[in-house]
């Protein structure tokens, strides 16, 4: 029998951590091990982790959800498990998630994610996803298939097979947060994995917070996406036609945001033309302290 490892990945959501870590102990197909990675959380988690016998746990600084995933995603793979299910700290699992990701069509090495229901609305999915010729918004609109191609919400749920891992490797810790998850997915894809949603194995998470524009300070976290977005398109185009791409997406995006009428939107187009300018620079350095756009409006409204 294949064995299975979830990792983890968790930042000042205690709470939230405890209730996933719950969820995954009562899974119908139990779990060869529970990996979590702690980024460096403030909150109590060091310490109720600590007290966790059942866990195997690592602490290190705050690397983002990417430098997270490459951490546990390493140690697992290293430790020889045959599969990873992977999450973050305020997903719920189904109680036959992982089961139903275990019984559904073998379609060989690929990656196979859980269906994102929102915790506010079970018919809605936590993630829309929009594709030209069809979109994915309602539960409905999965549940007709035994598996989604092309479509998956990573981290949440997400079963990866270690033949994958080995090919293609771990997540890029420099992308942080916000894109490093879609990166990996189409690092996948092209290198021919398939990557599919599995409609039976069931995950609730919030439903994403940036349907209608976030908030400010909030919204620094959309540098990074954009920033990110390039090693996309270049995995999706190759890596000139992907630049060009994405010069061409982000241009049109950074325009796009001194149009919109919102209360920031002189910040959302400065954010988005730094990420887009670093980006283009291959400058994956910065972190949330020395974004130069943050910094402003920080200092503009103290």
Not at 22 to 51: C, F, H, M, P, Y
Not at 71 to 86: E, M, P, R, S, V
Not at 200 to 215: A, E, K, Q, T
């Amino acid at each position: 029998m294949q064995t299975v490892a979830a990792v983890v990945v968790t930042y000042n959501r205690l709470n939230d951590l405890k209730k996933c870590i719950d969820s995954l102990q009562k899974q119908t197909r139990l779990l060869d091990a529970i990996l979590v990675i702690n980024n460096g959380s403030t909150d109590g988690t060091a310490e109720w982790l600590a007290d966790q016998s059942t866990l195997r746990v690592i602490t290190q600084a705050n690397l983002g959800g990417a430098g997270g995933f490459a951490t546990g995603i390493k140690t697992a793979y290293q430790a020889d498990f045959d599969l990873l299910w992977c999450m973050d700290d305020d997903c719920l699992a189904a109680p036959n998630a992982l089961q139903e990701l275990l019984e559904s069509p073998n379609i060989g090495p690929c990656i196979k994610n859980c269906m994102s229901v929102s915790t506010k609305d079970d018919a809605e999915l936590a993630f829309y996803v929009d594709r030209p010729n069809r979109s994915y918004r309602q539960v409905t609109d999965m549940t007709s298939f035994d598996l989604v191609y092309g479509v998956a919400s990573l981290f949440n749920g997400t079963l990866i097979s270690s033949e994958v891992i080995r090919t293609i490797g771990i997540p890029d810790e420099k992308l942080f947060i916000w894109g490093d998850e879609v990166e990996y997915m189409t690092r996948a894809q092209k290198m021919g994995f398939p990557v599919v949603t599995v409609p039976n194995s069931v995950f609730y998470h919030p439903p994403s917070f940036d349907r209608n524009g976030i908030p400010w300070p909030g919204a620094w976290k959309q540098y990074y996406a954009v920033r990110n977005q390039r090693r996309v398109f270049q995995n999706m185009h190759g890596d000139k036609y992907g630049n060009l791409v994405f010069l061409q997406w982000s241009v049109r995006e950074t325009l796009q945001q001194m149009m919109e009428k919102r209360k920031n939107r002189i910040y959302n187009f400065l954010l988005y033309g730094e990420a887009a300018f670093d980006s283009m620079l291959n400058n994956f350095r910065k972190r949330p302290e020395t974004i130069l756009t943050l910094r402003l409006y920080r200092f503009m409204h103290k």
